[in-house]
Structures are given as C-alpha cells and as structure tokens.
C-alpha cells in the first residue's frame, strides 16, 4: 500500500511557504508573483496525487465508473507538468533575461513546445487511451505514450540547466546552486517512485526543493529594506550587476539626502527612519504612478534609487522636478523648523557608464560636486562638457593609481622674474597628468583626490625627486637658476619624517638646501600646527626656505604666518587679477609693505600683462611669476627658455 503521509507533509509545508510569501511586502513583484504560481501548482499536483491515491486506497473496490479517477489523474498529469515550464518563467524573472527571451523565437518554441505535446498527448489519451487508462477492474495501466510525458519533463530539465549555466553570472553561487538542484533532485524523486512505488515521495522532495529555493533565492531580508518598505542594497547591487552584465538598458535615477547625516542626530533614528519612509512614499507618488515599472530601492544613508526601462525621457525629467521639489526646503519637525538638502542624478545604464563599479563610485560621489539642490541629468541632450567632468571625477582615483603605477607625471617649471636683478633667478615646479582619455588633468583636481585616497605622499615623493634631480642638472650646466619653488601638500606638511625625505633627496643630488623652496598653502600651514612648526622649524635650521602660497585666498592670520619661518610670500591670481580694484589695490599695497617690512620677499602669481606687470612693480613686489613671461614648460623647453633669456 502507498505511504500518503508524504503527500500530506508536502501540503502543509507548502501552505506555510505560500502564507509567508503572500504576506511579504513585495508579493506583487513578478518573480515573487511566479514563484506564487509555482507554489499554487505544486500544491494543486500534491492533491491531485494524495486525492486519486486516497480514492484508490478508498474506494477501489465499490467503484464502477472510472470517470472521476480520470478527472484526478488529468489533473494530476496537466498540472504536474506545469511545474517545470512554470519554474523557467519565474527563472527568466529572477534572472532577469525577458528581453533576451522576447528577441529569441528559438527559445520561445524551447520554452513552449514541450508543454505543448504533453497537451496534445493528454487530449489525445482521452480518445486514445495510449498514455494511461482504468482496465476493467479500474486499475492504473500506463500506455506506450506515457513515457512521452517523461520526454518533455527531461526537455525541460535539459533547458532549465543550460538556461542557468548559460546565465550562471548574474547569480550569487548560492543561489545558483539551489536553483540546479531543483533539476536533479526532482529526477531522483521520479526514480525513487519508479522502483519504490510505494514510497509517494515525489511532490515531497519537489516541496523541499521550493523550500530551500525560498530560503536561500528569494531570501526576503536581503531583497526588502525592512524599515522602509523599498528594495534593498542588496537588491540594488544584484539587480545592477544583473543590468550590466546582459547590457539592458536602464534608467536610472539617484537622490541623495545631503544632510542625512545631521538630520540623523538631531530627530534620532526612528524619528529619521519615518522621514526616509516618508520620502519613498513621494517617490513613489513621483515616480510609480507614472510608469509602474520603476523599481524603487534604498541604498541606505539616505540615498534612493529608482529604476526603470522605459524611454520616455519627459518620463523623468518630470519625475525628477516633481519629486526634487518634494525633497528639497524646510519643513516642521516638532518645534524645530529643519532643513532638507538633496541633490538628484538621472542617468542611463550601460550607456553612461562602463561597469557597474564606475556607476557605483558616481551614486556614492555625484553629489559632493554639486551645490545644495543640485541635479545632473545625463539624458540625451546633456551638456558634453559637464558629462565629461563628472567623469573624469568619478575615475580619477583609477587614473591616479595607473599614473602611479606607469610613471605618467611629468614636472613642468615656470620662470620666475626678479624684479631687482633683472633676470629669470628661479621657476615653480608645477606637476603634470595626461590621460589619454582625458588629456590634460588640473592638477587642482587631481591633487584634491590624491589627498583624498592617500596617494599623494607617493605623488609628492615623486615632485621632491624629480626637482631634486633637475636642480642638480641646471646647476650643472650652469643655468642662472638659483632655486626652484616646490609645492608641498597639505598631507605632507604633516608627514612626521618630512625632513628626513627632504634631506635624503638634498644628499642623493648633491644639492645645497638654498636651492629647492617649498610652498606652503595657508591652510596646510594652520592644520596639526605642532606638527607643520616642528617640520618646517627643523628644515630650516637645515638650511630650507619656504613660501607662503596663495596669499589672499584664505583667512589670513597674520601672527600665525609671522611666528613661522616664511622667507617669501606669493600673492594668489584672484587678487592680482583685480589689482585695478582700488579696495583691492589699498589692500595689496598695505600687505605688501607690512610683509616687506619684515623681511619678506613677495612674488605675484598670475600676471598675465604689461599693465599688471607694472602696478606689481610700483607696489614694490620683488618677484613676478605668470604668462606674460611665460607657462609653465616642460623641461627640456625650460631649459631653452632660460638659455635664450640670459644670453639676451
Ligand atoms: P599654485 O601653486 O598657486 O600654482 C600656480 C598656478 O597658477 C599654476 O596652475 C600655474 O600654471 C598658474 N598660473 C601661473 N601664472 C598664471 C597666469 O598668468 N595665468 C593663469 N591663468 N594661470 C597662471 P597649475 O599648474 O594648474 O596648478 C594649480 C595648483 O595645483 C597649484 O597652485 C598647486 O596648488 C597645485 N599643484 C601644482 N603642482 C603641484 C605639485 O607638484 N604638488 C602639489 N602638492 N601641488 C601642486
Ligand atoms: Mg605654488
Ligand atoms: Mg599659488
């Protein structure tokens, strides 16, 4: 007799697994939706088997019409086979490959035609009876088409796995995994029936199979962010690789909550967490109620991304303008009036961006480039220029590190005039990066980055080298240059073995420390100040002058820049350009005189004219640096350059 208690254990673990996924809150996504459908036709199959088997058992031997077994068993066969036609669907939707699907009619007719003949065979048995019939004593017999039935299946086995090993990168390997064994462990169960008859194990084992499907596939703590409600990170980072690795083209829009880390201490994280809850609900009204096929996620810190397929780019500029208005402005948090800050970025996948890491590093930067409220949008029309510097930003840390690894700096050197002796006495070291995507890169922008990540001690290293070297060379050959400026970073005024480095490149070439000079921004000289007075005390005991750069940009304090050992002090292109002004003249005149008095030298930066070049002169400025001498050059153009100036 068979055991039914399989069966029956297949049933109640199946109405448990369909209760947890109806009750999920992203019941309606379609891969959710067909996994509903699997579930539904496996338990429909576990009854249609427990049902005529129980009727066998039962009512055997009262019977005498066979017409309701023929119901149970038809059942059983239609909904039996479609489980696996079924299960490639909801795999197509977790793999998410329907475009792939809809432009392959090869794989439609693989898809379709199994499912087909069993129809066909089972319509025909009801003339026929050459797939199973009911004997005279009712009893089962299988007709010579039944294994027809098994063809199709072993199709669908044959397709589902090479479907999954076809697509085997767009899942994690433990997804994977179970996914496969839903294939042999079905077969396993198919043969354990077919020599064990006895043992009705096989909607049982189909149950476990789903059971760990569920468990380890379509794990809802990864795919729901459980406060918000929205798709996760999680979710985000397997859909996006999904998206690039088929080349599906998406749209994409990305809203940061600027100031989320403030409004996080000041409301508390409930209190925090119910406003981002809030502000998915308005992108939601924003967005879904327009185009319900945009996926909404929360990637966390307040930053939301919604996703979508559809071409209409009015589609989101409207989105974006709707729903920036909503998140943008002040609003009412008990008695406290608050501020939201937010900026937005529309952009298209793969277009846009090459992989999925550089449009990972853009969400996670877009926004520091922006002003309060600002928005990128990289849609069709979008200024070149502006798409361009947003990613030059975005792979600059790559950049930085191929240039380090290549050896793709170079030192350029810009004459500087003394206004005394008449002559070119020295020059400013000015480094150099050229991409060949991007040709020349600001060293204003790299250099920032290269603070950032921490590579430009490796950077500096290389300038202090690199003009050390040159230095030795011009002395050398006798070039009139007396020393060269060499700009020091923030990070590396504060290094603790700064005059270590100095002193070993001064020895390596054999340079007196009067020849090099290093430049000091203000802000480099009043962060860690124990720290920069301790350097810049000890190298010049050894011999070492420094310049005070960009004078006029920041905050001056004047005691702090009295108290530390400047020799110079170079006055910023934004000041020099507005010598003209007479607020600025009276200003420039007065700092120059004040500094002089106590024995200063002062260079101006940035002059670019005749007119300039003689009001610096009038206000007593010492040395002039800027184009209307010349750029800065390269090295061996440098060199020319000097050459030609001194034998004139
Ligand atoms: P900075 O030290 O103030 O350098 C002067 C900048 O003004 C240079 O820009 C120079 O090319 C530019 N300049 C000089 N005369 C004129 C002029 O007449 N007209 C105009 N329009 N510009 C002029 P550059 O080379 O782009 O460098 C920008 C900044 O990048 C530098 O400002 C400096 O802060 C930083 N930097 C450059 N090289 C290095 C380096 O080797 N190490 C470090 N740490 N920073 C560097
Ligand atoms: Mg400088
Ligand atoms: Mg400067």
């Known amino acids: 007799m068979k055991i039914l208690y399989f069966d029956l254990s297949a049933i109640l673990v199946l109405i448990v697994m369909i209760a947890l996924l109806f009750q999920r809150k992203d019941r309606s996504n379609l891969t959710n939706k067909l996994l509903m459908m699997v579930y539904l036709n496996v338990l429909a199959t576990t009854i249609f088997d427990l049902w005529s088997e129980a009727y066998n058992i039962w009512f055997l031997a009262t019977e005498t019409d066979s017409t309701f077994r023929y119901f149970l068993y038809y059942g059983y066969f239609f909904s039996r086979n479609l489980t696996p036609p079924l299960f490639q669907l909801y795999l197509c939707s977790l793999t998410d490959t329907w475009h792939i699907l809809k432009k392959k009619k090869w794989m439609q007719l693989l898809f379709i035609a199994p499912y087909a003949m069993v129809c066909l065979l089972l319509c025909s048995n009801i003339f026929f009876h050459e797939v199973f019939y009911f004997d005279a004593d009712l009893i089962y017999i299988r007709g010579p088409l ?49 020599f064990v008859p006895e043992f009705l194990v096989e909607m049982f084992l189909n149950t476990m199979s789903l059971l760990l499907i569920s468990n380890i596939v379509q794990r809802p703590e990864e795919v729901i962010n459980p406060i918000i409600g929205i798709r996760s990170h999680i979710a985000y980072t397997a859909d996006m690789k999904k998206s ?39 992108m939601k009204d924003a967005l879904i109620r327009k185009n319900n096929t945009a996926e909404l996620y929360y990637l966390e810190n307040g930053m939301f991304a919604a996703v979508s397929e559809s071409e209409d780019m009015q589609y989101y500029r409207d989105a974006s303008s709707t729903f920036a208005n909503a998140i943008y402005g002040s609003f ?60 030059l930003r975005n792979e600059i840390d790559r950049i930085l590190s191929t240039a380090i690894a290549e050896k793709k700096f170079e030192m350029y050197y810009q004459p500087i005039y003394s206004v005394t002796e008449n002559r070119f006495k020295s020059a400013e070291a000015l480094i150099r990066l050229k991409d060949e995507k991007y040709g020349f890169i600001s060293p204003q922008l790299f250099i920032a980055a290269a ?30 240059i007396e020393y060269i400026e060499l700009n020091l970073s ?84 934004s000041m020099t350009d507005k010598v003209f002004d007479p607020k600025i003249n009276a200003v420039l005149k007065y700092n120059i005189q004040l500094l002089k008095e106590i024995g200063m030298e002062i260079v101006v930066e940035g002059v670019e004219t005749e007119d300039v070049l003689n009001a610096c002169k009038d206000m007593g400025c010492d040395y002039i640096q800027g184009y209307y001498f010349s750029k800065p050059l390269p090295q061996q153009q440098f060199v020319q350059f000097i050459t030609a100036h001194c034998a004139s």
């Open 146 to 194: 039944f294994y027809g039935l098994h063809l199709c299946a072993f199709m669908y086995f044959l397709s589902g796995i090479t479907f999954l090993i076809r697509f085997r990168k767009v899942l994690a390997a433990d997804k994977l995994t179970a996914l496969i064994c839903f294939y042999p462990w079905n077969l396993i169960a198919i043969l354990i029936q077919a």
């Open 244 to 282: 690039f690795y088929l080349k599906k083209p998406v749209h994409i829009l990305i809203a940061k909550i600027v100031n989320y880390e403030s409004l996080l201490t000041i409301l508390g994280n409930d209190a925090c967490n119910g406003m981002m809850k809030h502000v998915s609900d308005q």
């Open 332 to 391: 009412q948090y008990g008695k406290l009036e608050l501020e939201m800050d937010s900026c937005l970025s529309v952009f298209r996948c793969p277009q846009d961006f090459d992989n999925y890491d550089s449009m990972m590093s853009f969400i996670h930067s877009f926004y520091s480039y922006l002003p309060s409220g600002g928005n990128v949008t990289f849609l069709e029309d979008e200024n070149d220029n502006r798409k361009f510097s947003f990613h």
């Open 451 to 480: 603070e950032k990540n921490g590579t430009i001690l490796q950077i500096g290293e290389y300038v202090l080298d690199e003009v050390c070297r040159f230095m030795a060379e011009c002395s050398k050959n006798r070039l009139p």
């Open 490 to 573: 923030m990070k590396q005024c504060v290094q603790m073995d700064l005059k270590d480095k100095v002193l070993y490149y001064l020895d390596k070439y054999d340079l007196k420390p009067e020849q090099i000079n290093l430049e000091i921004t203000e802000t480099a000289a009043n962060t860690s100040q124990d720290v920069v007075d301790h350097n810049m005390s000890s190298l010049s005991d050894h011999g070492v002058s420094f310049s005070l750069d960009d004078f006029g940009t920041g905050y001056s304090n004047i005691s702090r820049i009295i108290s530390l050992p400047f020799h110079i002090v170079k006055i910023d292109k």
